[in-house]
């Protein structure tokens, strides 16, 4: 089969041809329909200091996904032949402290698709059964192949209501775009985002944001409270991983408002003004990684079932397997929003 492959330890990959995956008695073989570019295949491509202590050449990149069950494993259940499914790519192993107490999320012995094992790049894929997740039929496959990350988006929007209230997202590539949508979806009475890029505040807009500020040429803070008649916003979720952008986020929050953190920092330790910009205002702050398993996956699939929320703006380019290059291009310039490959 046709699968695009990691093949050295730096920068690009390879598309090439292996061997179909031999299924496992827990696992389940799936034909892929489509696959989306995730972030961390970047990190992977570009090779950067993350991906050199995670990946193991060679190893087939990908972890967003949507295809077909063709085989299933003596063991698998509730699974079946024919099933339309996606997939969790967190595999938990059910039994460290975190598994027990309900936070599979933070599995200490955490395996992931495309990081840990061979990813969904390629034609076929094999997965352990316990993180399919079955689609409706009749969800397209360019939206079910984008249920995980758009599972970052709920979890970070919904980590409290947003019901009635005002919300401020600093960052909005793929996940921020999606992020605008839940909240949308969800109840928020105005939205601001703020990015670097207009091509990405111009997606967006068509995501329902009120309010989209360039922030390397506006004035972020002084727009927020001009739209919140001086009050500052409810709900802040901060989604670029810029410490500017933190600081700006928190000096624009009500006292009393909840801030969400998913964008992940480039240095460990970010300087914040704790005293008055989180203590005194009493802020609940939450850190967001991975979903919930799997009652953020119901959440994602009745949005996109109901058609609550329309994805289509974020899926901005399509693409043959072979032709992953041109998405990876894209997707380190910035100029992309969700790219889909089809193999
Ligand atoms: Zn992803
Ligand atoms: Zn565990």
């Known amino acids: 089969m046709k699968a695009v492959v990691k093949t050295e330890k730096k920068r690009g990959a390879e598309v090439l041809n292996v061997p179909v995956p031999k299924i496992k008695d827990d696992e389940i073989l799936v034909k892929v329909k489509a696959a989306a570019i995730c972030g961390t295949d970047l990190h992977i491509y570009v090779w950067n200091k993350w991906a ?9 990149m990908g972890h967003e996904f949507a295809g077909e069950v063709v085989e299933t494993g003596k063991e698998v259940k509730r699974i079946k032949k024919g ?27 955490l395996k992931i698709l495309g990081v840990s ?22 969800l397209p496959v360019e939206f079910a192949a984008i249920q995980e990350p758009l599972g970052n988006a709920v979890d970070t929007v919904l980590a409290e209501d947003v019901a009635g209230k005002t919300v401020a997202i600093t960052g909005v590539g793929p996940i921020g775009l999606l992020a605008v949508g839940v909240a949308r979806a969800s109840g928020a009475t105005k939205i601001i985002v703020s990015d670097l890029s207009d091509y990405h505040l111009e997606i967006a807009k068509k ?5 989209a500020v360039n922030a390397g040429k506006e004035n972020f803070k002084e727009a927020v409270f001009e ?21 700006d986020l928190l000096s624009v929050m009500t006292p009393g408002g909840r801030v969400s953190l998913l964008g992940l920092f480039g240095e460990d330790f970010v300087p914040v003004s704790l ?3 989180v203590i005194f205002k009493k802020l609940r702050i939450y850190g967001i990684t991975g979903r919930r398993i799997f009652q953020t996956w119901v ?15 974020v899926i901005t380019h ?26």
Request: charged share 30%; hydrophobic share 30%.
């Open 299 to 313: 959440i994602v699939s009745r949005l996109l079932s109901s058609g609550r929320l329309d994805v289509s703006p």
């Open 52 to 60: 050199e202590e995670k990946i193991h050449p060679p190893q087939i």
């Open 207 to 211: 995501m329902g944001a009120d309010v």
């Open 117 to 138: 094992r061979d990813g969904a790049f390629a034609e076929y894929i094999a997965i352990p059964e316990k993180i399919a997740w079955k689609n409706p039929e009749n």
């Open 227 to 247: 739209e919140t008649d001086g009050l500052g916003v409810d709900v802040g979720l901060e989604m670029s991983g810029s410490g500017k952008a933190l600081n």
């Open 275 to 277: 005293n008055d910009n």
């Open 318 to 343: 399509k693409f043959k397997l072979e032709d992953f290059e041109k998405g990876m291009k894209l997707m380190e310039e910035k100029k992309s929003g969700k790219v889909i490959l089809y193999p």
């Open 83 to 109: 099933d339309y499914i996606s997939a969790e790519t967190h595999i938990s192993c059910g039994h460290c402290y975190q598994c027990l107490t309900g936070h599979p999320e933070v599995c200490e012995n």
